[in-house]
């Protein structure tokens, strides 16, 4: 069983070899790369950059590493603001269909409100899956320089 180390957290390098785009009508990508996981000590307060070498092409590559709790704090303030933006999705989808069914006397128009509340609907439609997928795989771990030869690298949480 691998069980995670505490004090440290893992993360994989990852070479991307290609990525190709083909198709006329649907398009389809494909991506290959060779990941190496790395496990990096966090740091006691405040955040720590470290260097990692990429295994393919041996670029050095600069990942600042922040605390625990810091990356907790993190995940728990991206659930909220997802969560959040759940409620503020159907209050605002609730007064749309409310307000939209109405029937205006003549020469009488929409509050202003409802634009707004149309605009927020689609904003939080749009956001809170991207909040929720961040507060889930966030590790604390960013990358701060990419490298200059020609491929690409990222740092990817391991899931374990």
């Known amino acids: 069983m691998n069980r ?3 004090g440290t957290v893992e993360v994989a390098v990852r070479h991307i070899l290609s990525d190709k785009v083909s ?3 649907v ?3 494909s991506i290959t790369w ?3 996981v790395f496990r990096v000590r966090r740091p006691e307060t405040g955040k720590q950059t470290v260097e990692l070498t990429c295994p393919v092409c041996d670029a050095s590559l600069l990942a600042e590493v922040r605390t625990e709790a810091r990356a907790r704090r993190t995940r728990i303030v991206l659930r909220v603001l997802a969560v959040l933006c759940v409620i503020v999705f159907f209050a605002a989808l609730a007064y749309a269909v409310h307000e939209g069914g109405r029937t205006l006397p003549e ?3 929409l509050p202003a409100l409802f ?3 149309i605009v927020a609907v689609f904003v939080t439609f749009a956001v809170t899956p991207v909040l929720f997928i961040h507060g889930r795989v966030h590790n604390g771990v960013s990358l701060l320089d990419a490298p200059k030869p020609r491929r ?3 740092l990817r949480p391991v899931k374990g």
């Open 107 to 109: 020469g009488q128009s």
């Open 152 to 154: 690409r690298h990222s």
């Open 27 to 29: 398009r389809t990508r």
């Open 4 to 6: 995670p180390i505490p």
């Open 23 to 25: 198709g006329f009508l």
């Open 115 to 117: 634009p707004i509340s």
């Open 34 to 36: 060779k990941d190496s």
